[in-house]
């Protein structure tokens, strides 16, 4: 059984930079971030796999930075530029380990953490 649970988030100007955690319990395979913003489908943000290799929603690509690492197999969102359009709960999502293909698509993960508040003011 995986088990995600997310640290990090907050308030910060536009601007500014933000980082999130998710610390992975389990054997996970790709590890991803979706965000979601009331009224709003939820999006993808970023998977990293154990390569590490990595991809990126288009409205974050070279903005925000996805790692993985660490005794406690971490994953980390380093989120820099951020746009009040960011603003979102952040949700970390793990795929199985026999899993070894990328995906956008939120069917596709199948453990789920808590989510994280991220809030970008302008």
């Known amino acids: 059984q995986v088990q995600l649970v997310e640290s990090g988030g907050g308030t910060v100007q536009a601007g500014g930079s933000l980082r999130i955690s998710c610390e992975v319990s389990?054997?996970?395979?790709?590890v991803g971030w979706f965000r979601q913003a009331p009224g709003k489908e939820p999006q993808f943000v970023a998977a990293?796999?154990?390569?590490?290799?990595?991809i990126y929603g288009d409205s974050v690509q070279g903005r925000f930075t996805i790692s993985r690492g660490g005794a406690k197999d971490t994953v980390v969102l380093q989120m820099n530029s951020l746009k009040p359009e960011d603003t979102a709960v952040y949700y970390c999502?793990?795929?199985?380990?026999?899993?070894?293909?990328?995906?956008?698509?939120?069917?596709?993960?199948?453990?789920w953490g808590q989510g994280t508040q991220v809030t970008v003011s302008s």
């Open positions: 999502a793990a795929r199985p380990s026999i899993e070894t293909v990328f995906s956008r698509e939120r069917r596709q993960y199948r453990y």
């Open positions: 990293i796999n154990h390569g590490p290799n990595t």
């Open positions: 389990g054997r996970a395979g790709i």
